[in-house]
């Protein structure tokens, strides 16, 4: 099915104008545009979570990669490893179901409302730079006090700071016990060890060695090592692979995504 001329070019002036827009309205515009988007790829292949839309396709993160199996929701724009972790939740935690003080780092649009409306959450949702957060905070200097959350989830943030065993050990202090923490973080998985260089500060040089500007690290399989720094236990979690194949296709999740889980005793 071909695109329709006349959503192609109200899309792409939706956003030229959204370029102009002050922050504060950016957001609404955004979720205008999400709306329209849902109804071009309106259909029942494919569903997304995290919004409770479903669709005939997903959008492909990277068009100019023929081998990048990473698909967006056309609506709300989550990607697949959004949607793994809005189904572990779901299914493997009581977040939804029971009284929850939940600190959650750079908050994804469409999660911040989610936690925001859900009755059994204590929702503290924090980034250094976000306007829209609680609080600004550092991961490597968290103002709330030791074993203050029940829960927290840090979803690919550590490989933007320069000091993540301090971030992790921040982590660690501020879960209670029993509580949990899902941590994730781009890994390539055909490396065995983390590759960083602190000289490399150049966005350009960043982009280039780390894949991103604002990324200082390109984490290998020794992650759960670096995670189990912190005083809680961890778990790699291949939760894709437990998924049923039907649904998995359905949500168009991704190959080598993996959760890691960690607990207090």
């Known amino acids: 099915m071909k695109e329709i001329p006349v959503m192609s070019n109200l899309r792409s002036s939706i956003r030229r104008i ?6 504060g309205s950016k957001e609404s515009l955004s979720r205008i545009h ?17 919004c409770g ?10 068009p100019s990669d023929p081998e990048d199996d990473n698909r967006v929701c056309p609506k709300c724009r989550a990607q697949s490893r959004h949607r793994l972790l809005h189904t572990y939740l779901s299914r493997e935690t009581s977040l939804f179901n029971k009284s929850t003080r939940l600190l959650h780092f750079a908050p994804e649009p469409f999660f911040f409302r ?19 957060v609680s609080v600004h905070v550092d991961v490597t200097s968290i103002p709330f006090k030791d074993g203050a959350f029940d829960a927290i989830i840090c979803n690919h943030v550590l490989e933007h700071v320069t000091d993540d065993t301090e971030a992790v050990k921040e982590l660690s202090r501020v879960l209670g016990p029993g509580g949990w923490a899902v941590v994730m973080v781009p890994i390539d998985q055909k490396r065995s060890k983390t590759y960083e ?16 500007s604002d990324h200082v690290r390109i984490y290998g399989r020794d992650f759960i090592d670096r995670l189990k720094t912190g005083d809680w236990s961890v778990s790699e979690l291949h939760y894709a692979e437990n998924i ?16 890691y889980v960690a607990k207090k005793p």
Do not use: N
């Open 18 to 23: 959204t370029s102009l827009l002050p922050e």
């Open 34 to 50: 999400g709306a329209l988007r849902g109804v071009l790829y309106a259909g029942s292949s494919f569903e997304c979570p995290c």
């Open 53 to 62: 839309s479903s669709f005939r396709k997903m959008i492909k993160w990277d």
């Open 114 to 132: 989610m936690f925001k409306e859900a009755s059994s959450i204590d929702y503290v949702p924090v980034d250094l730079m976000m306007s829209e």
């Open 197 to 212: 260089d602190p000289a490399v500060t150049d966005p350009h040089e960043r982009q280039r060695i780390f894949g991103q």
């Open 244 to 259: 049923e194949p039907d649904l998995r296709y359905r949500l168009a999740l991704m190959q080598g995504e993996y959760i």
